[in-house]
């Protein structure tokens, strides 16, 4: 099959070199001689063929160079064994032609259909990623005689791409308090599974430079590198709420109230890279028609410098057909090229990456004409000035460091945050000139295509983004261009070109008053000016700066609306030098009047096959105001909402088949024109044979600390105890626990003075239940299965209540909670805090068993919550899901909440699920039920770690999950950890 966008891929060795062209002969292993025609495993400089409808499992570790691996079949990479593949091209195509000589990013890309199998690449799926202690090795290396502007590569021509590795709950988080130089000990804000001793850290600068400098008497903007306290450090040890670092900081990193600083996992287990940074470096590209995704994989030392279209990450013209790929968890740094594109390319999710160090902007979108992407919770750091590059569409962008860079701004950026990058944290830049129109042909919100002046068009939503330790602008959105370089500057350091300088990217055009740029709780501290426009029409909403020179700086405030602003420690001038363009004055102090007349858009992100009959579908849905419902063949999908609103819905499929139809509505009664469509198929792959494993290669990264975000086992342990031989008589489930207690002759409630304060227990009756998830139950965790029947011997009280601070401070004599408030939980306590508590409060109180709180979270229940298997409810009886950096988004304030206002369980418990973790008694292992005992297990004799349970204000409804598990260091302090008292009842 031959394809007209691919013209430049024309099957022409280069004549210097004498490459062997290997052909597999079936599906095997790649270290198999079985597996290819010529019987004998690929060498050095052999141009490999994977031939249609084979499989082969790369399953090596070699650093020997194959020159090209052309994908028409699968070629998919081992889980059971590190791997490394050194190759100058991967390039996944149909057919069994091998082209090479490179191929021209800006040929057109018309659509096309694949007859039988999608080509693929899979080093990991998102069902299967390459598990943690595996590594997967992709090193593009130049092959001397390659055109350098081309090579090395990877590339889809419409084939499926994905790299997937080991889950991170977290790929960067906030400090949870000042790291001071010289620190090593770093304490974080929110925990983190999946980090490890051995892995790069990044710390961004948290102070602000001065963007003039003097150098032989005159101004100049030096590199920003010059002076920036953005420094790398390396994990020597951790537990799930600190680091110890291999070396102390350089700088301080400050951490007070809102303002904090970022630290950043750039180490993952899936990497691709350049084998010589210093020389030509590689690229990824997708092309239009392709499919797959990226999580939690590396990307370090790609892009070629100066050069059109070679970028680390690439979305290049796919206009509609890649629909719901994304890149989640990725971390790309060093990059001579940006960090991710998407061209021409629209509904693609861009989630929890890390950003680090590229010529030019970093998270970019090229032409002006994509729309309907989501850019969530994403960072970027030291995005540094570059030059425009040859032939780029948008001439006018003099490619000056922007974190976040548009030319349309019909997408969502929610929750991401740019620090010290050269120029900008986020641009929105859009320029008429006589060589250039900003009338496009865009995808509107009805479904249509058409030509629109793209400076006109709104944010899908702008929410909750941040800027810190900005040199220049944190937010430029269509405003004046500023100084990019010395030579803009006379010897005073004034601007030579005024009136360039002055006339603003977007010419006083904008969205009109009914459908105004909107913008939401930004947030920007440590840095120069805060906010800048030359559009009409802006509604801000909450807008907080600290420790700036200018807040609003000569922005054009015809019809500007601006609530909620906060700003302290202002040096120079909170709104400057303000000026307003309209036709008239009436138009010109006319306040916006925004009118919600455009559906959210709605994107299918995951697929998973629980059996094979049923298939678990997960994506997000954004909208300027909130998603009310989303459903999934008409069925409505369970939310959790957030400015990004994350859903899921388990379907049937019968014969292992389904057509799946997806959209949304919001809750002003607009529903999605265009519904995301997938057609699904049950895979039958047969196993491939494994060959033994290679030695590992010098050098390769340290084996990863086992995780625990593993598909749940579908099993029960069952194992019978005869209830005649227990002490006390088993609760039947039906009964009240009054009735329970007034028969064994029990308090149903118990009192007990705490210095003054009174603490209320109920009573817990002994009984039998079935811990940890349920098979198929949605999120569950490895560590969470197998499920298995526990026996609870003897009854006991536990607290009403989470332990409150009053209580706390009646007995400690001190409160150390970051939320004060008498009858808030008690939190910052570690495990030995809790023990110290109460040994000196007596009265045999002491923390439940991890089996005895699961059984009292439950009081009889056998769903995901104590009322019900979704979240739906999840908000009548837990405070959860703030703003947990998910995407979920629940009923909980920005803190805890005094305990019981909300429902109790069957128990008489409230709090159970969220508000603060809660402390066990227990050792953690995420290995422990497989050999747990039945009667009254107490946990494992050994480990580092304590048991919490419960979930918190700030965590996802997942986390909340009667069966969710988490292990941290005794010694871990933070607002999100508490603990409830437990209290044995009277001897018989």
Same mark, same amino acid.
């Given at each position: 099959?031959?394809?007209?966008?691919?013209?430049?891929?024309?099957?022409?060795?280069?004549?210097?070199?004498?490459?062997?062209?290997?052909?597999s002969?079936?599906?095997?292993?790649?270290?198999?001689?079985?597996?290819?025609?010529?019987?004998?495993?690929?060498?050095?400089g052999?141009v490999?063929?994977?031939r249609?409808?084979?499989?082969?499992?790369?399953?090596?570790?070699?650093?020997?160079?194959?020159?090209?691996?052309?994908?028409?079949?699968?070629?998919?990479f081992?889980?059971?064994?590190?791997?490394?593949?050194?190759?100058?091209?991967?390039?996944?195509?149909?057919?069994?032609?091998?082209?090479?000589?490179?191929?021209?990013?800006?040929?057109?890309?018309?659509?096309?259909k694949?007859?039988?199998?999608?080509p693929?690449?899979?080093?990991?799926?998102?069902?299967?990623?390459?598990?943690?202690?595996?590594?997967?090795?992709?090193?593009?290396?130049?092959?001397?005689?390659?055109?350098?502007?081309?090579?090395?590569?990877?590339?889809?021509?419409g084939?499926?791409?994905?790299?997937?590795?080991?889950?991170?709950?977290?790929?960067?988080?906030?400090?949870?308090?000042?790291a001071?130089?010289?620190?090593?000990?770093?304490?974080?804000?929110?925990?983190?599974?999946?980090?490890?001793?051995?892995?790069?850290?990044?710390?961004?600068?948290?102070g602000?430079?001065d963007?003039?400098q003097?150098?032989?008497?005159?101004?100049v903007i030096?590199?920003?590198?010059?002076?920036s306290?953005t420094?790398?450090?390396?994990?020597?040890?951790m537990?799930?709420r600190?680091?110890?670092?291999?070396e102390?900081?350089?700088y301080?990193?400050?951490?007070?109230?809102?303002?904090?600083?970022?630290?950043?996992?750039?180490?993952?287990?899936?990497?691709v890279?350049?084998?010589?940074?210093?020389?030509?470096?590689?690229?990824?590209?997708?092309?239009?028609?392709?499919?797959g995704?990226?999580?939690?994989?590396?990307?370090?030392?790609?892009g070629?410098?100066?050069?059109?279209?070679?970028?680390?990450i690439?979305?290049h013209?796919?206009?509609?057909?890649?629909?719901g790929?994304?890149?989640?968890g990725?971390?790309?740094?060093?990059?001579?090229?940006?960090?991710v594109?998407?061209?021409?390319s629209?509904?693609?999710?861009?989630?929890?990456?890390?950003?680090?160090?590229?010529?030019?902007h970093?998270?970019?979108?090229?032409d002006?004409?994509e729309?309907?992407?989501?850019?969530?919770?994403?960072?970027?750091?030291?995005?540094?000035?570059?030059?425009?590059?040859p032939l780029?569409?948008l001439?006018?962008?003099?490619?000056?460091?922007?974190?976040?860079?548009?030319?349309?701004?019909?997408?969502?950026?929610?929750?991401?945050?740019a620090?010290d990058?050269?120029?900008?944290?986020?641009?929105?830049?859009?320029?008429?000139?006589?060589?250039?129109?900003?009338?496009?042909?865009?995808?509107m919100?009805n479904?249509?295509?058409?030509?629109v002046?793209?400076?006109?068009?709104?944010f899908?939503?702008?929410?909750?983004?941040?800027?810190?330790?900005?040199?220049?602008?944190?937010?430029?959105?269509g405003?004046?261009?500023?100084?990019?370089? +010395? /030579?803009? *500057? !006379?010897r005073?350091?004034?601007? @030579?070109d005024?009136? #360039?300088?002055?006339?603003?990217? &977007?010419?006083? $055009?904008?969205?009109d008053?009914?459908?105004?740029f909107?913008?939401?709780?930004?947030?920007?501290?440590?840095?120069?000016?805060?906010?800048?426009?030359?559009?009409?029409?802006?509604?801000?909403?909450?807008?907080?700066?600290?420790d700036?020179?200018?807040?609003?700086?000569?922005?054009?405030f015809?019809?500007?609306?601006?609530?909620?602003?906060?700003?302290?420690?202002i040096?120079?001038?909170?709104?400057?030098?303000?000026?307003?363009v309209?036709?008239?004055?009436?138009e010109?102090?006319?306040?916006?009047?925004?009118?919600?007349?455009?559906?959210?858009?709605?994107?299918?992100?995951? +697929? /998973?096959? *629980? !059996?094979?009959?049923?298939v678990? @579908?997960?994506?997000? #849905?954004?909208?300027?105001?909130? &998603?009310?419902? $989303?459903?999934?063949?008409?069925e409505?999908?369970?939310?959790?909402?957030?400015?990004?609103?994350?859903?899921?819905?388990?379907?049937?499929?019968?014969?292992?088949?389904?057509?799946v139809?997806?959209?949304?509505?919001?809750?002003?009664g607009?529903?999605?024109?265009?519904?995301?469509?997938?057609?699904?198929?049950?895979?039958?792959?047969?196993?491939?044979?494994?060959a033994?494993?290679?030695?590992?290669?010098?050098?390769?990264?340290?084996?990863?600390?086992?995780?625990?975000?593993?598909?749940?086992v579908?099993?029960?342990?069952?194992?019978?105890i005869?209830?005649?031989?227990?002490?006390?008589?088993?609760? !039947?489930?039906?009964?009240?626990?009054a009735?329970?207690? #007034?028969?064994?002759?029990?308090?149903?409630?118990?009192?007990?003075?705490?210095?003054?304060?009174t603490?209320?227990?109920?009573?817990?009756?002994?009984?039998?239940f079935?811990?940890?998830?349920?098979?198929?139950?949605?999120?569950?965790e490895?560590?969470?299965?197998?499920?298995?029947?526990v026996?609870?011997?003897?009854?006991?009280?536990?607290?009403?209540y989470?332990?409150?601070?009053a209580?706390?401070?009646?007995?400690?004599?001190k409160?150390?909670?970051?939320?004060?408030a008498?009858?808030k939980?008690?939190?910052?306590?570690?495990w030995?805090?809790t023990?110290?508590?109460?040994?000196?409060?007596?009265?045999?109180?002491?923390l439940?068993s991890?089996?005895?709180?699961e059984?009292?979270?439950?009081?009889?229940?056998?769903g995901?919550?104590?009322?019900?298997?979704?979240?739906?409810?999840?908000?009548?009886?837990?405070?959860?899901?703030?703003?947990?950096?998910?995407?979920?988004?629940?009923?909980?304030?920005?803190?805890?909440?005094e305990?019981?206002?909300?429902?109790?369980?069957r128990?008489g418990?409230?709090?159970?699920?969220?508000?603060?973790?809660?402390?066990?008694?227990?050792?953690?292992s995420?290995?422990y039920?497989?050999?747990?005992?039945?009667?009254?297990?107490?946990?494992?004799?050994?480990?580092?770690?304590?048991?919490?349970?419960g979930?918190?204000?700030?965590?996802?409804?997942?986390k909340?999950r009667s069966?969710?598990?988490?292990?941290?260091?005794?010694?871990?302090?933070?607002?999100?950890?508490g603990?409830?008292?437990?209290m044995?009842?009277p001897?018989?």
């Open positions: 099959m031959k394809f007209p966008f691919l013209v430049s891929l024309v099957c022409v060795f280069l004549p210097m070199v004498r490459a062997a062209e290997i052909r002969a079936g599906d095997g292993p790649w270290s198999a001689a079985s597996t290819w025609e010529n019987g004998k495993e690929p060498e050095a052999d490999v063929l994977i249609p409808g084979h499989h082969v499992k790369y399953d090596v570790s070699r650093d020997t160079v194959i020159r090209a691996v052309h994908v028409a079949g699968t070629l998919s081992s889980r059971d064994t590190d791997t490394l593949l050194c190759t100058g091209l991967i390039r996944l195509a149909a057919g069994e032609e091998c082209k090479e000589e490179g191929f021209e990013c800006h040929a057109p890309s018309p659509d096309y694949i007859e039988g199998e999608r693929a690449l899979e080093v990991g799926t998102s069902e299967a990623p390459i598990p943690a202690g595996r590594t997967a090795v992709i090193r593009l290396t130049y092959i001397p005689g390659m055109d350098a502007e081309n090579f090395p590569a990877i590339m889809s021509c084939g499926r791409m994905d790299f997937h590795g080991a889950p991170l709950n977290r790929s960067w988080v906030k400090l949870g308090s000042s001071g130089r010289g620190s090593r000990e770093i304490e974080l804000a929110e925990l983190v599974e999946g980090w490890r001793a051995g892995d790069k850290v990044l710390f961004p600068a948290t602000m430079t963007f003039y003097v150098e032989g008497g005159r101004r030096p590199s920003l590198l010059k002076d306290e420094e790398e450090a390396e994990i020597l040890g537990d799930k600190g680091l110890l670092l291999k102390p900081l350089k301080k990193h400050e951490a007070l109230g809102k303002f904090r600083g970022e630290v950043a996992n750039l180490s993952r287990n899936v990497i890279e350049s084998a010589d940074p210093k020389g030509p470096r590689g690229h990824t590209v997708y092309h239009r028609g392709s499919a995704s990226i999580s939690y994989a590396e990307f370090r030392h790609l070629k410098k100066d050069v059109l279209g070679r970028y680390p690439h979305f013209l796919c206009a509609d057909t890649m629909r790929s994304s890149v989640i990725a971390s790309v740094w060093d990059s001579d090229n940006r960090w594109t998407i061209h021409g629209n509904y693609l999710l861009v989630k929890d990456c890390v950003g680090y160090r590229s010529t030019g970093g998270y970019f979108f090229e002006g004409t729309v309907n992407n989501v850019l969530d919770r994403n960072l970027a750091v030291q995005a540094l000035a570059g030059k425009p590059l780029q569409v001439g006018f962008d003099t490619n000056d460091a922007a974190g976040f860079w548009w030319a349309n701004c019909a997408n969502a950026f929610t929750r991401n945050v620090a990058c050269g120029k900008f944290g986020y641009r929105f830049q859009m320029v008429k000139t006589p060589e250039f129109s900003p009338n496009l042909m865009v995808l919100p479904g249509k295509r058409r030509v002046d793209v400076r006109t068009l709104p899908i939503r702008f929410d909750q983004n941040e800027a810190h330790s900005q040199r220049r602008f944190a937010f430029n959105l405003g004046f261009h500023g100084q990019s370089e +010395t /030579e803009d *500057l !006379d005073d350091g004034n601007v @030579i005024r009136a #360039a300088y002055l006339g603003g990217d &977007v010419g006083g $055009v904008g969205p008053y009914k459908h105004p909107r913008i939401k709780d930004f947030l920007v501290w440590a840095s120069h000016w805060g906010f800048h426009t030359t559009a009409p029409n802006v509604q801000i909403q909450g807008f907080t700066a600290h700036v020179n200018y807040v609003f700086w000569r922005s054009n015809a019809g500007h609306d601006y609530n909620g602003i906060d700003a302290t420690d040096h120079v001038s909170t709104f400057f030098n303000g000026f307003g309209a036709p008239t004055r009436e010109q102090l006319r306040y916006v009047d925004p009118q919600d007349d455009s559906p959210p858009v709605t994107l299918i992100t995951r +697929t /998973e096959w *629980l !059996d094979d009959k049923r678990r @579908i997960s994506g997000v #849905a954004v909208d300027d105001d909130q &998603v009310r419902e $989303v459903r999934i063949n008409d409505p999908a369970v939310l959790q909402a957030g400015p990004v609103t994350e859903w899921s819905q388990i379907l049937s499929a019968g014969e292992g088949r389904l057509e139809r997806a959209l949304a509505t919001d809750a002003s607009n529903r999605e024109v265009i519904p995301q469509r997938v057609s699904l198929s049950r895979g039958g792959a047969t196993p491939l044979p494994t033994p494993a290679p030695a590992a290669v010098a050098g390769a990264t340290p084996a990863m600390r086992p995780g625990y975000g593993v598909a749940p579908a099993e029960t342990r069952e194992e019978v005869d209830p005649k031989s227990l002490p006390w008589p088993l609760w !039947d489930g039906k009964e009240s626990v009735d329970y207690a #007034a028969r064994n002759h029990l308090e149903a409630t118990r009192s007990v003075d705490l210095g003054g304060r603490l209320e227990m109920e009573l817990i009756p002994a009984g039998s079935l811990m940890g998830a349920a098979p198929g139950e949605a999120d569950a490895g560590d969470e299965t197998p499920r298995h029947r026996v609870i011997s003897r009854p006991f009280y536990l607290g009403k989470e332990l409150t601070q209580q706390y401070q009646a007995v400690a004599g409160n150390p909670s970051y939320f004060p008498p009858d939980p008690v939190e910052q306590v570690s030995l805090d023990q110290a508590f109460l040994a000196k409060a007596g009265q045999g109180l002491r439940p991890e089996a005895e709180w059984f009292a979270c439950r009081a009889g229940s056998e995901a919550y104590q009322n019900g298997d979704t979240a739906a409810k999840l908000s009548e009886t837990g405070w959860w899901g703030h703003s947990s950096g998910e995407g979920q988004y629940g009923n909980a304030p920005s803190g805890t909440s305990v019981g206002k909300l429902a109790p369980n128990f418990l409230h709090d159970m699920h969220g508000n603060v973790y809660e402390w066990c008694a227990d050792i953690y995420p290995e039920y497989r050999q747990s005992p039945a009667l009254d297990p107490t946990g494992p004799t050994t480990g580092d770690e304590r048991v919490l349970r979930g918190c204000w700030e965590a996802a409804a997942t909340s069966a969710n598990r988490n292990g941290f260091s005794p010694k871990s302090r933070g607002y999100l950890l603990f409830r008292v437990a044995p009842v001897a018989r």
